[in-house]
């Protein structure tokens, strides 16, 4: 992707809850691939969940999933159940299959016991 | 699964003096690697691209002179920093793609760098 906007600088979700983090993208390739990063206080950084643009079928990894709309550009990851753990910056991500990844400003998530 | 490790984690080091921060890919081939800066409460942003064998793509604005990047072989590359100074601080992150494969880049732990 060549760009990546995420609009939620910030979020809170209750723990056990479930909340959905929102981005928006914008490319001119026919095949990329989409992701979502978590990147806990370490600064690692963790893949979440990746997402082939031709494939119609949403991805999952567990609690986490996306909705992915491609004539609106749009790539939502969604977070079921939510744990202390799940507590960092995430950031979506756009790229095509051999080249570089452009990353979105990220959400930083806090989740409250 | 495929692990990339950098070195230094951290490192200190006076204004002026030449940094090296080395990628490398532990248990596969990459032919491509990717150094990544970020500023504290923002996001990556791509440097340059290293291709092995090859001269570095650099991102528009990063300067060539200043990041000198090498990838002499499939599994390493390296970032040196050179005559650095104060708003060179910043934390680094290589990540690197394994060779005719499928699989997403994999990221190493990042490199705190801080001059004084």
């Known amino acids: 992707a060549q760009t990546v906007t995420q609009s939620q600088p910030e979020m809170s979700v209750q723990e056990a809850e479930t909340v959905t983090l929102s981005c928006t993208y914008d490319t001119s390739e026919s095949d990329y691939y989409l992701f979502w990063y978590k990147q806990p206080p370490s600064r690692q950084m963790i893949l979440v969940i990746r997402?082939?643009?031709?494939?119609?079928q949403n991805a999952t990894e567990n609690r986490f999933s996306v909705n992915f709309q491609k004539a609106a550009k749009s790539f939502s990851l969604k977070i079921s159940d939510s744990q202390l753990g799940d507590a960092a910056m995430y950031f979506c991500?756009?790229?095509?299959?051999?080249?570089?990844?452009?990353f979105g400003k990220g959400t930083r998530l806090h989740i409250l016991p | 699964g495929a692990v990339v490790s950098q070195h230094p984690s951290w490192v200190i080091c006076k204004s002026g003096t030449s940094v090296k921060i080395e990628c490398r890919s532990l248990?596969?081939?990459?032919?491509?690697m990717f150094w990544y800066r970020q500023f504290p409460k923002q996001s990556l942003m791509l440097m340059a691209t290293s291709n092995e064998g090859s001269k570095a793509t650099y991102e528009q604005g990063v300067e060539k002179d200043k990041f000198l990047i090498n990838h002499a072989s499939l599994t390493l590359s390296t970032l040196t920093v050179t005559s650095a100074h104060p708003e060179d601080s910043s934390f680094y992150i290589c990540s690197a793609r394994q060779a005719l494969s499928n699989q997403p880049q994999h990221f190493g732990d990042g490199t705190r760098l801080s001059i004084l």
């Open positions: 248990d596969f081939q990459a032919t491509t």
């Open positions: 997402q082939e643009a031709y494939k119609q």
């Open positions: 991500a756009g790229g095509n299959r051999d080249d570089k990844i452009i």
